[in-house]
């Protein structure tokens, strides 16, 4: 089994599929790191050899992958919040930071819809 940067890649699919579990590598680095590794990118990954995974793991290397990106994200995020940018407050808040609209949606970060108390009609 394949593992590199702490990740254990997933053995049926293609390296290039499988080098996206790592957080911080999408298909398009996937395949940049198999070019420069000369690893084909649409073989299994179970059929690597201990040289190719060797290549690989060398290749990612020197991309900002797994903790140390989500690291500098994190201090990115919590840069503007301290600036008291517009951003930051929106991160704070737990709202859409990306200029989504909030009246209907957004509740992938609002949560869950809180109830409000109804008022009784007055009849007559």
């Not at 290039?16 to 990954?45: N, P, R």
């Not at 109830?115 to 009784?120: I, P």
Request: charged share 35%.
């Amino acid at each position: 089994m394949a593992r590199i940067k702490n990740i254990d890649l997933p053995k049926d699919k293609a390296v290039f599929i499988g080098l996206t579990a790592i957080y911080g590598i999408g298909q398009s680095t996937a395949k940049k790191i198999c070019a420069a590794a000369k690893v084909d990118a649409e073989m299994k990954v179970k059929d690597l050899t201990l040289d190719q995974e060797a290549a690989l793991r060398s290749e990612v290397d020197n991309y900002t992958v797994e903790g140390e990106l989500r690291r500098e994200v994190q201090m990115n995020i919590k840069n503007k919040m301290e600036i008291g940018s517009y951003q930051g407050s929106r991160h704070k808040k737990g709202l859409p930071v990306h200029g989504q609209r909030t009246s209907r949606n957004a509740r992938t970060r609002k949560g869950k819809g809180k109830v409000v108390a109804n008022k009784k009609k007055e009849g007559k």
